[in-house]
């Protein structure tokens, strides 16, 4: 079974602060995906890494993915409140219809 | 296009009651799943489909029964609902990443 952790589980920080977001896995995968759920609402895509070392950046989040391809970080700059949500990240097997999802960091960011 | 529905957004059932959460989906996705979301356990997998008339098992998938008898749609049934149970449940289709519904939550008392 191929398992995710993410750290921190919960982040509260001001607006304007920076903050990284840590998926960690014994396992490789394909792909990593991160996604973003607001309350009442279904997680949505931000971002898919499928290169070991790959750097994508979104605006103000920058996402990583490990050499090993077994792990990802997410790091926002300048938080505002409207990035206040659940960040999960998803590691893709190899059939690539699977996903392991990580627990999930609760972020709150205040104004 | 809707991308994907569920039916109901919400519901209170008693313990040992029956019931069955509907997704629909236009975009013409083989891959369809059903997963459960709880606070501090991230998504788990109940059943999947890879197809029109297929079903398989995922990571937690007892006390549920799917259907998949047309594309669009892929049904999830409690036959017996326990507080266990309680949860909110999200519809997905695949392809490339998921797409997700806006979840249903379940109440059993």
């Known amino acids: 079974t191929q398992l995710l952790e993410q750290s921190p589980q919960f982040l509260s920080i001001q607006e304007g602060e920076n903050l990284t977001v840590y998926c960690n896995s014994s396992?490789?995968?394909?792909?990593l995906q991160w996604y973003r759920q607001e309350p009442g609402e279904g997680p949505v895509l931000l971002v898919t890494?499928?290169?070991?070392?790959e750097v994508k950046k979104l605006k103000r989040l920058t996402f990583q993915f490990g050499d090993a391809r077994k792990d990802s970080s997410l790091h926002i700059t300048a938080a505002q409140p409207g990035d206040t949500g659940l960040y999960l990240c998803?590691?893709?097997?190899?059939?690539?219809?699977?996903?392991?999802f990580g627990g999930g960091t609760r972020l709150m960011v205040k104004p | 296009n809707a991308g994907v529905t569920q039916t109901p957004k919400f519901r209170v059932l008693k313990t040992g009651q029956s019931m069955t959460l509907l997704c629909a989906q236009d975009?013409?996705?083989?891959?369809m799943y059903w997963y459960r979301q709880d606070p501090g356990m991230g998504l788990r997998l109940i059943h999947y489909?890879?197809?029109?008339?297929?079903?398989a098992k995922g990571e937690v998938p007892d006390g549920y029964n799917v259907s998949r008898l047309k594309k669009q749609n892929f049904l999830l049934g409690l036959e017996s609902a326990a507080p266990s149970q309680t949860s909110v449940y999200f519809c997905?289709?695949?392809?490339?990443?998921?797409?997700f519904g806006p979840g249903t939550r379940l109440t059993v008392l």
């Open positions: 998803a590691g893709v097997g190899n059939a690539g219809n699977m996903l392991t």
């Open positions: 396992s490789v995968f394909s792909s």
């Open positions: 890494v499928v290169t070991g070392g």
């Open positions: 975009m013409n996705h083989e891959y």
């Open positions: 489909s890879v197809g029109e008339g297929t079903t």
């Open positions: 997905a289709t695949y392809r490339g990443s998921m797409y």
